[in-house]
């Protein structure tokens, strides 16, 4: 079976939350989003309104990441309630430096 969700919607679903949190991690964040954390505090996020299916990362949002790190994953956080995560190409620290995340590469569809 083919299930189809209409773009309308779509944006309905996505406008009823608000992430406003972004964190890193290490590995799969889990079904609760806490496993392999690695920022803290998570950093403060803006998404645009839902349009065709697609809310959109306003401003990047920039995380420190230890030496010896690999980020591998990016979840989405409305305050404390945990709404999804996505998988990232990994990216190794050999030493301290900035993890970016771009709002013009970061999306969420549904």
Same mark, same amino acid.
């Given at each position: 079976?083919?299930?189809?969700?209409?773009?309308?919607?779509?944006?309905?679903?996505?406008?009823?939350?608000?992430?406003?949190?972004?964190?890193?991690?290490?590995?799969?964040?889990?079904?609760? @989003?806490?496993?392999?954390? +690695? %920022?803290?505090?998570?950093? #403060?996020? $803006?998404? /645009? *309104?839902?349009?065709?299916?697609?809310?959109?990362?306003?401003?990047?949002?920039?995380?420190?990441?230890?030496?010896?790190?690999?980020?591998?994953?990016?979840?989405?956080?409305? @305050?404390?309630?945990?709404? +999804? %995560?996505?998988?990232?190409? #990994?990216? $190794?620290? /050999? *030493?301290?430096?900035?993890?970016?995340?771009?709002?013009?590469?970061?999306?969420?569809?549904?």
């Amino acid at each position: 079976m083919n299930t189809v969700i209409s773009v309308a919607t779509k944006n309905i679903l996505l406008g009823a939350i608000a992430i406003d949190k972004i964190a890193i991690h290490s590995g799969e964040p889990g079904a609760n @989003g806490v496993d392999n954390e +690695l %920022s803290s505090p998570r950093q #403060d996020c $803006v998404f /645009s *309104a839902p349009s065709n299916g697609v809310i959109s990362l306003v401003n990047n949002v920039q995380f420190t990441v230890s030496a010896g790190s690999t980020v591998k994953y990016i979840s989405y956080w409305e @305050g404390a309630t945990f709404h +999804l %995560s996505q998988q990232i190409n #990994d990216l $190794v620290y /050999s *030493a301290t430096g900035t993890f970016t995340l771009l709002s013009a590469d970061t999306r969420v569809s549904l």
